[in-house]
């Protein structure tokens, strides 16, 4: 999806956080995809058993050797510095520094992503080949640390987007803003999120949908906060939308619950792809559908993953780039949303309006000509004849296809013709 791709281009460089300026950038760039609702929360606000925190900006950082040369740069690469580092500037010895150097023995090459929001520090990540060659100058060696930064009361950026349907009940779907440059983890999954919400504006829809872009963890427990009533009241179950751009196999993270209406849907059309597949308890949960399902919340929120966080070597680190992820694969996972948007849109149960076989001459749904069909497939009128025994009011669409072995998209197409004869309630 060249689209998609194009979006996680544009945002790959900005230096994104909890809080903070680089936030905004990358939300007000969605809201001139989609028409998002950017909200601030206050730092210092109680929020259940959390606090919202301080805001982070960040400007300037580097590493300096003696020949003034910057052998880290945050410019560069943003992951160089650890996310929400206090600002320093002073000249301290490699002895001092390298307890704030943060590398990766087992990987080389990349620069890990590391995290400090709730505990005040600084430091710096870098390749452990580039740790190697400060090493060789010896522990006595001097470098000046500067991080322009700033850690102050401020507020938290999220955003929102209601596309209202039919009906007040509500498909959840929610995608995080907090990961600076790094691709899978999680410009897949906020860039996917964007062009799903712009596809179904499109669509005149059943349920309605809310789309949700808010940083990790803190930003969920907020959301959850500020709509829990509206939440409980009408959601009936949805997705946590991440890891969608690698180009291995499906990932379904499972809800809470398990058997619940999504569970059902993603499997089936996982399923019906014939394509191999992973499936992952919800013990193995690590995104917002944390907080989505916990007790007392529950609102059913699975997840379709490519590659799940922490099955891949590039995981959190600058190996995560726009090399690691695939159009091919962006656009193989937003068709499979839309799949199951489809599915969650049309899984419903009917009954039959009158007793007995319909008589279908009499609605033109059966030729007179012996093996033609006025159904839109060949075999239409053998899948109408299988399909009125199940519309008792007690089968959905998957029961249905499960039961009569059709595609359920022959099934939908001709429970439409049966609604449109007034045959099916
Ligand atoms: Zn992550």
């Known amino acids: 999806m060249i689209e998609i791709y194009d979006l996680i281009k544009k945002l ?21 995809i989609i028409p998002i609702n950017i909200k601030e929360e206050p730092s210092g606000k109680n929020i259940y058993d959390w606090t919202v925190p301080k805001e982070w900006n960040i400007k300037d950082a580097y590493i300096k050797n003696k020949k003034g040369e ?3 740069n945050f410019k560069k690469h943003n992951l160089h510095i650890v996310n929400y580092s206090l600002p320093i500037n002073k000249y301290i010895s490699f002895k001092e520094l390298k307890k704030n150097l943060y590398y990766l023995k087992d990987k ?27 090493e060789e100058y010896g522990d006595d060696e001097e470098y000046q640390v500067f991080i322009d930064s700033t850690l102050q009361n401020g507020s938290l950026t999220y ?34 999120t964007t062009y799903l919400a712009k596809y179904l504006l499109e669509n005149k829809n059943y349920y309605t949908y809310r789309f949700i872009f808010v940083p990790e963890t803190i930003g969920s427990i907020i959301y959850i906060h500020n709509n829990f009533d509206i ?48 499936i992952r308890n919800f013990l193995t949960c690590g995104s917002d559908e944390r907080q989505y399902n916990f007790p007392g ?32 694969a962006l656009e193989e996972s937003l068709n499979i949303y839309k799949k199951c948007i489809f599915l969650i849109e ?8 009158i007793l007995c076989e319909p008589f279908l001459s009499k609605y033109n749904l059966i030729s007179d000509i012996s093996g033609q069909s006025y159904t839109k497939h060949k075999n239409g009128y053998g899948i109408i004849k299988k399909l009125v025994y199940y519309l008792d009011g007690n089968n959905d669409i998957i029961d249905i296809s499960k039961k009569i072995d059709e595609k359920y998209i022959d099934i939908i197409d001709n429970i439409n013709l049966l609604i449109k004869n007034n045959i099916i309630i």
């Open 12 to 32: 790959y460089p900005i230096c994104r956080s909890l809080t903070g300026n680089g936030n905004r950038e990358t939300l007000n760039i969605i809201k001139n």
């Open 108 to 134: 080389p090459n990349w620069i890990p992503y590391i995290t400090s929001y709730y505990k005040e520090t600084w430091g710096f990540c870098l390749s452990y080949n580039d740790y190697i060659k400060m």
């Open 231 to 278: 939440l409980k009241k009408n959601v009936i179950g949805g997705y946590v939308i991440t890891h969608v751009g690698d180009q291995g196999e499906f990932t379904y993270l499972k809800t809470r619950n398990e058997n619940t209406i999504i569970d059902k849907i993603t499997i089936f059309i996982l399923d019906e792809m014939k394509q191999k597949y992973k």
């Open 159 to 192: 955003a929102d987007l209601i596309i209202r349907g039919q009906t007040n009940k509500e498909i959840l779907i929610s995608t995080y803003i907090c990961h600076p440059s790094m691709c899978n983890d999680n410009l897949s999954g906020l860039c996917l």
């Open 297 to 328: 919340i529950d609102l059913n929120i699975g997840s379709i993953m490519k590659t799940k966080y922490t099955e891949f070597a590039e995981y959190h680190t600058s190996g995560d780039d726009l090399n690691f992820i695939s159009k091919i």
């Open 70 to 72: 910057k052998i880290i």
């Open 346 to 353: 049309n899984n419903k149960k009917y009954k039959m309006n």
